[in-house]
């Protein structure tokens, strides 16, 4: 039961981040946050579609995807919270990776530090999002 409603917790999050991000944000957490929505749904379809043994290799090709994309964004339009979103979805990578080597299922731990990854993102794109609205609505007055 905590688990499905932290998980629907975090996808309202997703979808009003990407929201807001659409109608205040720029083209940085514009792009940022339809990066975190398509691999939430990635990894949503990986758990839903893919046969157990193998969403580990999945997901970790996931992370890496989405990790490099924040990397692209990062290198495109040089923000700091850019920068926090692709270091900690290099987090998510490493966990994903450490977790894949050892050949450990996922624990409580793994749940936890995935979670806790997953609004560390949001929150980057959130204010992200936050001081683009602030620098537009400045440069209109």
Not at 12 to 39: D, N, Q
Not at 99 to 105: C, G, I, Q, R, S
Not at 117 to 134: H, P
């Amino acid at each position: 039961m905590l688990a499905s409603a932290i998980s629907a917790a975090i996808w309202i999050a997703i979808v009003s981040l990407v929201a807001f991000a659409w109608l205040k944000g720029s083209r940085p957490e514009r792009m940022g946050s339809l990066a975190v929505l398509l691999g939430a749904l990635a990894v949503m379809l990986t758990h839903k579609l893919m046969p157990e043994g193998a969403q580990a290799v999945v997901l970790l090709v996931i992370d890496a995807a989405l990790a490099v994309a924040f990397l692209m964004l990062a290198m495109r339009f040089v923000s700091q919270w850019l920068g926090v979103a692709m270091l900690l979805q290099a987090v998510q990578f490493s966990l994903h990776a450490y977790y894949l080597v050892v050949e450990k299922p996922h624990d409580y731990l793994y749940r936890s530090v995935n979670n806790i990854n997953t609004i560390g993102v949001l929150l980057a794109v959130l204010v992200g999002t936050l001081l683009a609205w602030r620098r537009n609505a400045r440069a209109a007055k």
